[in-house]
């Protein structure tokens, strides 16, 4: 048998499991695992400039490709806490990412050590484990056991607390022999995907919602095939969206209180059946009043964990089932009920869906000074193709990008969904691109979000990882003061000052080009509409040349109120601004507007 230490057997250990990238920040707890990694070579590590921003490039990677899992490594005590936001993002979307955190000596653990903090127990209800290793002899096994729990069932993230002590033990391990455990996911029946298809094919005006379950299957083209079979409109989820292309006929646009397309949320509320596949009914798609969501058609739920099934609300049947697995078999039964003829006519319901399409759009075309947010996202569609991989996590500025932008594969939307943590977007850009180096990346933030972790940005400098960063700058915290008219209040949300060292600003504050600027990498700012493609191509060439991200910055109007639900009813979404009413008004609209 060979002999190591335990710290080396796990880092053998990550690269049998197919672990070829790590994200991280060292410290005296967790050296011993640096040395490993450094010794055991076949990890390519990217220092983070901060411990959040390091499990957050976990998270980007994972979500870029599949089979993917992001390792982010700590040492111990605020390493581990840092790490906690991570964490929850990943368990909130079920995202598999491994959190290695470092650890005071076990025999010092209960005496309030330097930096020792029971992090176990603070991660565990954002994980499906974590633990702190006080056996060196266990760490292969708990190693092993973290990826099958992070593949199996509902993915998601796990952690290991390393003692230092622990990682410096001599273990027997044969690298040569390590096999990774077989992944527990459970397959729908013949039985279930037939009494399911009855509904389908019992109702008038069916719609499949798809969520980010069938992107973690990988199982898109599943999704279209069977769309195509039975000719249903597909509504993605915030997190499904790309499981469809935009521009394709069954694409229905997607639904919800934010991010709902006007002709998405027409379109559910004229269905009288849904099929969900790998959703689990999140509030910003349903909205909080359920009757509305629900009332006059029936559902069936199909979801990998059985809990989740009529948490939201009780379907009128569900299944527990992997996407994938379901999906192979809704194929199946559809086919066979196709060459029986036993499948009807739904030509006019998709007829329906696709005049609204064309004829409910929002205006994204607006020529004003300062910008408006609108002709932002428009420019974007016409300078970003259909490989550009979107990164973004919450504000205006992703509600918008939602509404108005366009995706055409999975995995090409990276959104952290249900957390939504301010300064996401700059370290899930970069381990995004990371992932997926021949793939463009675009990341977008609001002021604010760019502020949180823009430290980040020289991590992409030092390690030449180029992609495009889109700045949408009010100097406001947007959202927020949208959310505060209902209280009739504006209070600690306007970010504006006269910044004395760059006074061009005006009120703009923060100079996010210096910034940029100062971390290593490029920047462009743009006050006027018409610079902005330009500007976005120039982007480009950049990243291309330098190797390192590119900001540009659009100078919007102080105020603009964005599409969404007041009452948080998705029949009730307020259009604050102008509606298109002719084709010139929104000239990147999926389908040419018909008046």
């Not at 469809?244 to 509320?269: K, S």
């Not at 269905?271 to 509305?292: C, M, P």
Request: negative net charge.
């Amino acid at each position: 048998m060979a002999r190591m230490t335990a710290a080396r057997a796990a880092v053998e250990i990550l690269k049998r499991e197919g672990v070829v990238n790590a994200f991280g920040v060292p410290g005296a707890a967790i050296n011993p695992f640096y040395k490993a990694l450094k010794e055991g070579g076949g990890i390519d590590h990217t220092l983070a400039r901060h411990v959040e921003g390091a499990s957050h490039m976990a998270e980007g990677y994972t979500r870029s490709k599949p089979g993917n899992i992001g390792v982010c490594i700590g040492t111990s005590g605020p390493a581990g806490t840092d790490m906690i936001t991570g964490l929850y993002s990943a368990t909130g979307d079920s995202i598999p990412i491994l959190c290695i955190t470092g650890q005071a000596p076990t025999h010092l653990l209960h005496k309030e050590d330097f930096q020792a903090v029971d992090i176990a127990t603070i991660a565990k209800p954002v994980t499906k484990m974590a633990v702190t290793v006080l056996e060196a002899a266990q760490v292969p096994g708990i190693f092993q056991q973290a990826f099958h729990l992070m593949r199996s069932g509902r993915p998601g993230p796990v952690l290991i607390d390393l003692p230092i002590d622990v990682q410096q033990t001599e273990i027997e391990f044969d690298p040569e022999t390590y096999e990774p455990l077989p992944v527990y996911k459970p397959a729908a029946t013949r039985a279930q995907i037939e009494k399911a298809i009855r509904f389908l094919v019992e109702s008038e005006r069916p719609l499949i919602v798809a969520g980010g379950g069938i992107i973690n299957a990988d199982a898109s083209d599943l999704l279209v095939e069977f769309a195509e079979l039975t000719n249903t409109p597909v509504v993605p989820t915030l997190m499904g969206w790309g499981t469809i292309p935009d521009d394709h006929e069954l694409n229905a646009g997607m639904v919800g209180q934010q991010t709902g397309h006007r002709y998405g949320n027409a379109t559910f509320l004229e269905s009288d059946f849904v099929l969900g596949i790998g959703n689990r009914w999140a509030n910003r798609h349903t909205g909080y009043k359920l009757d509305v969501y629900t009332q006059g058609r029936k559902f069936v739920h199909v979801d990998i964990e059985p809990t989740q099934i009529g948490k939201i609300f009780a379907p009128d049947y569900g299944i527990a089932s992997d996407a994938k697995a379901a999906l192979e078999l809704f194929v199946e039964v559809a086919k066979e009920l196709k060459a029986a003829g036993e499948l009807p006519d739904r030509s006019e319901w998709v007829a329906s869906h696709l005049r609204r399409k064309e004829t409910l759009q929002r205006r994204t075309h607006f020529d004003n000074v300062p910008m408006k947010p609108q002709r932002v996202y428009e420019e974007m569609n016409k300078a970003f193709g259909p490989e550009t991989r979107y990164v973004t996590t919450i504000g205006l500025s992703q509600i918008a990008g939602a509404q108005m932008l366009h995706v055409y594969k999975p995995r090409h939307w990276i959104n952290c969904g249900q957390a939504g943590p301010l300064g996401w977007t700059i370290p899930a850009a970069l381990g995004a691109a990371k992932a997926d180096p021949e793939s463009p990346v675009v990341a977008l933030s609001g002021d604010y979000d760019f502020q949180f972790m823009i430290e980040e940005l020289a991590v992409g400098a030092q390690h030449r990882i180029p992609y495009v960063h889109v700045l949408v700058n009010n100097a406001y915290l947007g959202l927020i003061r949208q959310a505060q008219i209902g209280l009739e209040i504006n209070f600690q949300v306007n970010l504006e000052f006269e910044n004395q060292n760059s006074p061009e600003l005006g009120v703009y504050g923060v100079d996010h080009v210096k910034v940029a600027e100062g971390l290593g990498c490029k920047a462009i700012r743009v006050t006027e509409p018409d610079e902005l493609l330009p500007a976005f191509e120039q982007a480009k060439k950049l990243a291309a040349e330098y190797r390192v991200p590119v900001v540009v910055e659009a100078i919007l109007e102080r105020i603009t109120n964005i599409a969404m639900s007041p009452t948080a009813d998705i029949s009730a979404v307020k259009e604050f601004e102008e509606i298109a009413t002719e084709p010139g008004h929104a000239p990147t609209a999926i389908r040419p507007l018909k008046v």
